[in-house]
């Protein structure tokens, strides 16, 4: 399928603000970087995101048949691979942004979970798209000062042209790396899902139940 019908398919799905002629590669980049489940301990960012290549690529390769036979197995094999390195409560909490000291314990549970959901299903019927792309992870120019914080570099390389990217993560308290947010070829995937919450928020008189029983179908 061409690129430029496969980021029409992306945009329709994911967001109305953008129009942005890289979103395939934008959901590339998610899926890759964050399905590894292998151990990150005692791996720099760096590393972590190196080890994770082989073993994306045999996902890709053998999940993909899966969502024509059976979709909702598809989805919950995505969900397995996505939940133990993605932090969606702290995504979800950046995303709801000023909104988030408003909401109550049982709202901001209750959002995390919509957010992770509608991040699932899109990426899981978006999947099946991707064939040849590949990551290179830049190697750093000079020691990263924090031990617990990190920005990786990284370019995506298609077909027809090279993406710049870059994510960020942060070593949590079991020693592992977690996913915070990612940018890619300009996109900022927390700024533009914290634009999309507060547009709802401003539509919807800043009723927060109203705005998480939307967001999946506004996304």
């Given at each position: 399928m061409p690129d430029?019908?496969?980021v029409v398919k992306l945009y329709k799905s994911y967001l109305?603000?953008?129009?942005?002629?890289?979103?395939?590669?934008?959901?590339?980049?998610?899926?890759?970087?964050?399905?590894?489940?292998?151990?990150?301990?005692?791996?720099?960012?760096?590393?972590?995101?190196e080890s994770t290549h082989n073993n994306i690529i045999e996902i890709i390769q053998t999940k993909n048949q899966l969502f024509l036979e059976n979709p909702d197995l598809f989805t919950q094999e995505i969900s397995d691979a996505f939940s133990p390195i993605v932090d969606f409560k702290r995504?979800?909490?950046n995303v709801m942004g000023k909104?988030?000291?408003?909401?109550?314990?049982?709202?901001?549970e209750a959002f995390s979970e919509a957010f992770e959901n509608s991040l699932l299903d899109t990426y899981a019927s978006t999947l099946v798209e991707f064939k040849d792309e590949k990551i290179n992870v830049i190697p750093p120019v000079r020691p990263t000062k924090s031990k617990n914080k990190a920005r990786v570099n990284i370019e995506i390389v298609t077909s027809s042209n090279i993406y710049p990217g870059?994510?960020?993560?942060?070593l949590d308290i079991e020693n592992n790396w977690k996913i915070i947010n990612i940018e890619i070829n300009g996109m900022n995937l927390?700024?533009?899902?914290?634009?999309?919450?507060?547009?709802?928020?401003?539509?919807?008189?800043a009723d927060i139940d109203l705005v998480i029983e939307k967001w999946v179908a506004s996304v």
């Open positions: 430029d019908i496969i109305s603000i953008m129009k942005v002629a890289s979103y395939k590669i934008f959901f590339l980049i998610n899926f890759l970087i964050l399905c590894n489940q292998a151990s990150t301990k005692q791996l720099t960012a760096h590393e972590y995101a995504i979800a909490r909104y988030s000291k408003e909401a109550t314990p049982k709202q901001m870059r994510y960020s993560m942060y927390g700024k533009i899902f914290r634009n999309q919450f507060y547009s709802l928020m401003e539509k919807n008189g």
